[in-house]
């Protein structure tokens, strides 16, 4: 049931955003159990379960790239800046994506 990715979508530029991103990410949601994945263009991180690198394209056809290159059925879409400030109710999270599952017309839920 839980077959779901973070993408984190960013470029090169914003490097200095992924380690405060993670941080916030393992302060607000310790139960997190979902793979992190880094989009960017050429720079990976250790920090991140899987980088998608998708050198000089814009950052449509790096998302599009990203999409393409897993093999989950959902994600959770974020930005390098948006950081968590606070707690996620992680069986909210299960919750939605048993929305996903029993209701196929679903096609996006917004947190």
């Known amino acids: 049931m839980d ?17 405060p991103y993670m941080q916030c990410l393992h302060k607000f949601w310790p139960e997190c159990s979902y793979p ?10 250790d920090m991140f379960d899987k980088c998608i690198l998708s050198g000089s394209t814009t950052w449509s056809e790096r998302l599009l790239n990203a999409l393409d290159n897993l093999d989950n059925k959902y994600v959770l ?10 707690i996620v109710d992680d069986k909210k999270i299960k919750v939605y994506i048993s929305c996903f599952e029993n209701n196929p017309k679903i096609g996006v839920i917004y947190l």
């Open 36 to 45: 992190t994945v880094l989009c960017s263009e050429s720079k990976d991180s």
């Open 77 to 86: 879409f974020t930005l390098d800046d948006f950081w968590l400030s606070q």
């Open 3 to 19: 077959d779901m990715s973070i993408i984190v979508m960013s470029c090169d530029k914003y490097e200095d955003c992924w380690n």
